[in-house]
């Protein structure tokens, strides 16, 4: 099934975006659960629309020994104050294991235009992809927004301390990230796959923390998606 524009009319209309990569997400969790070993397991964790629960803050001013009577503490005025960029959008799927409880062990993210559009959700996105690898956690990031031209792959790669020339120049791409300890040094392993709209998307693999090596098959499991949503091949 080529790769069609979830983002633009005539679809976009049609289905929204978000139901398509919620069921997406939903989907991959599933063809992943089919595969893993014994002891692991996937879930899909979407979320649109995160704000950070800034009345719980608030609240502290009029609670108990939060400075009203005489002789109750009250904390002091902060330093500084400076911007915090949050995730607006989560459209992922998280792989857990291990035999003394449940660890994530590898992460599939699916973008979201919020994703890339101002400069501090950006920032939120590749810290939070950075903090997977510094974990030790297998990830791969599928991008298909049409209407953002941000590339959060050369991101991560200049986070990473890379060269932002070894980034994919297309648009649209899917990247697959293996942190791995070869010669005592840490590295991380990178492939990346340029997308098309009209082509087909391709297989990545999926490197689990402490585990195996899944194949993560892009086409098999969006191609589910468009028949389970009943989206014609032009769209409709």
Known sequence: MPLQDHFHPPLSVRRPWTSFHNSWATYISADVNRRLPEGY?????????????????DDCKGAPGAGGAQGEWAPSAPALTVPLGVITDVV?????????GPV???AIE???????????????FVAKCAAYLHQGVGLVIVD???TRRANLHEA?????????????TANLYATAYHPVQQGGTTNVEIWQ??????????TLSLWLRG??????ELEATYERTRQEQRISVNGA
């Open 104 to 106: 994530l062990a590898g």
């Open 144 to 146: 298909i927004v049409t």
């Open 41 to 57: 397991f996937a879930v899909a964790n979407v979320q649109f629309g995160i704000e950070i629960d800034v009345a719980t803050f």
């Open 156 to 168: 991560l790669l200049v986070r990473l301390g890379a060269s932002a020339k070894l980034a994919l």
């Open 193 to 202: 796959e340029a997308l098309a709209l009209g082509e087909p998307l391709p």
């Open 211 to 216: 585990g195996p090596c899944l194949p993560i």
């Open 110 to 124: 699916l973008v979201s235009p919020s994703n890339k559009d101002r400069p501090a959700e950006r920032e939120a």
């Open 92 to 100: 992922e799927v998280q792989v857990f294991g291990g035999v003394d």
